[in-house]
């Protein structure tokens, strides 16, 4: 008796997935720092994005989260914009050849044209520059500055009251769902 084989096929693999390119991924943003304080005091009208010039000690305490942005501000000195008031911690690791001055001023980096834009709203009465928040995005440390207007007294007042309020709602459902 002879035996006659069937066609039976292979158990099939799974394909591998390949990698998406490099334009189809988004670059991931981490927070490093916040400026709540901005939000609290200020009306925000444009954000932009902007690059910094740092030193190695000062990326290196960034990576550890030693940095306050709550008393910066943003000046335009000779067409180019600088971060004043933003305080970066050096680490005890540091260098001992680098002397390190933790409010250092900070030039930020952005395109000629928004630059000049910024310039013209700028000279406009009740507008300034205020640092958001700092980022990492694509392994450079970006910072998200705002063109603002400040609040006035009964502003904030409202901010606050609205904040509260919704406290006491969220409290409610809290209790309601228990």
Not at 119 to 132: A, D, S
């Amino acid at each position: 008796m002879a035996k006659t084989s069937s066609p039976v096929s292979p158990p099939t693999r799974p394909k591998p997935i390949a990698a998406k390119a490099k334009s189809d991924a988004k670059p991931v943003q981490t927070r490093i720092a916040d400026n709540k304080k901005a939000a609290f005091n200020y009306f925000f009208e444009e954000r932009f994005e902007c690059g910094m010039v740092l030193e190695g000690w000062e990326v290196k305490s960034l990576r550890a989260g030693k940095v306050q942005l709550t008393d910066g501000y943003v000046v335009i000195r000779n067409g180019e914009l600088y971060l004043i008031g933003c305080q970066i911690n050096p680490m005890h690791t540091a260098s001992t050849h680098v002397n390190p001055d933790n409010v250092r001023t900070k030039k930020l980096l952005l395109h000629r044209e928004e630059i000049d834009k910024l310039i013209g709203k700028v000279e406009q009465k009740g507008y300034t520059l205020v640092p958001v928040n700092m980022h990492w995005k694509g392994g450079k440390v970006k910072c998200e500055i705002a063109l603002a207007k400040g609040k006035a007294e009964h502003d904030k007042r409202d901010t606050i009251k609205d904040r509260e309020g919704k406290r006491e709602v969220e409290r409610a459902m809290k209790t309601r769902s228990k």
